[in-house]
């Protein structure tokens, strides 16, 4: 319990710190950086899902006209 009152703490100080250097110039253009390359991380990262999203939608598409056939062949 004692850790994570300490941990809570830490959190607490380090937003106000943070908070605080954000007013500065240098703090704000720090800020704005990180959010920019976040932003494209997460853009990144969304676009990557969508392509395995289509690759994946594109194989059980392949995989449902194959068993299609394959039934209409026994039949």
Not at 2 to 24: C, D, E, M, P
Not at 40 to 56: H, M, N, P, T, W
Request: glycine letters at 6%; a negative charge; zero cysteines.
């Amino acid at each position: 319990m004692k850790n994570a009152l300490w941990f809570i703490v830490g959190v607490a100080v380090g937003a106000v710190a943070a908070h605080q250097y954000s007013r500065t110039e240098q703090g704000a253009h720090f800020f704005d950086e990180v959010d920019s390359r976040a932003r494209e991380f997460g853009s990144a990262v969304i676009d990557g899902y969508k392509q395995r999203e289509a690759e994946l939608r594109a194989a059980v598409a392949e995989a449902e006209d194959t068993i299609a056939d394959l039934s209409n062949k026994l039949k």
